[in-house]
């Protein structure tokens, strides 16, 4: 079955301690990316990879970090998470970052950091 | 960067009713506008798209509109049904970039 799996689904953390959400699919799309969604702001873009190894900022970059070692993978690294990166976060694919790439979601990650 | 505003927020229309939520940008370089339904604790899933050099494109009970000129960009819903109740998101592309309203929160009332 065609997807983007996350892992972990639910995580609580506390200030400071280093963590990685990873992120894999399984269509051999080039581009990948990573959201957070909160409440009244929507989605807003973290980072994004075009391919292996080539990886951009988004809106938020801020506190956090992202590898594209395999074109499968595309992990996010919070080194020190703070309270205000407590948020639902969302990894997507798409075959790649031309306009009409329809983009696959997976199923989310809720970050909680006391 | 872009700005994707979206209104309402909250929509509720009786089974049957039609929906309409609009968005507008502000990058006229965008050009690719799809919509997302997410529904209870998942991800979001497109449900249409259209690009910069359409005006309109319809999916049986769905369709979205465009204008360029205005910047501004709809969804409509027609024969509303239980099922379509969800969170809805309009979003712009620019520069590989994905921006998304803050979203749209249908319920369909039977």
């Known amino acids: 079955e065609a997807q983007v799996t996350q892992n972990p689904r639910y995580l609580i953390t506390v200030t400071g301690k280093k963590l990685t959400v990873t992120c894999s699919q399984n269509m051999n799309h080039e581009y990948m990316s990573w959201y957070r969604q909160d409440p009244g702001l929507g989605l807003r873009q973290i980072y994004y990879?075009?391919?292996?190894?080539?990886?951009d900022k988004g809106d938020v970059p801020e506190g956090y970090k992202v590898s594209r070692k395999e074109k499968r993978n595309f992990p996010l690294i919070l080194e020190s998470p703070s309270p205000n990166q407590t948020s639902l976060y969302f990894c997507?694919?798409?075959?790649?970052?031309?306009?009409?790439?329809?983009?696959?979601f997976g199923p989310g990650t809720r970050l909680t950091v006391l | 960067g872009e700005n994707v505003e979206q209104h309402p927020s909250t929509l509720s229309v009786q089974e049957g009713d039609s929906a309409v939520i609009k968005c507008t940008y502000s990058d006229s370089a965008s050009n690719y506008f799809p919509w997302y339904k997410q529904e209870l604790g998942k991800g979001p899933q497109l449900i249409i798209d259209i690009r910069s050099n359409v005006g309109e494109k319809k999916d049986q009970r769905i369709a979205v509109t465009l204008n360029k000129t205005a910047k501004h960009f709809s969804l409509h819903i027609t024969e509303t049904q239980p099922e379509d109740s969800a969170v809805y998101f309009c979003a712009a592309r620019s520069d590989y970039k994905l921006s998304f309203g803050a979203g749209t929160t249908v319920t369909v009332r039977a």
């Open positions: 990879s075009m391919n292996v190894e080539v990886t």
């Open positions: 997507a694919s798409s075959l790649s970052g031309l306009a009409g790439n329809e983009q696959f």
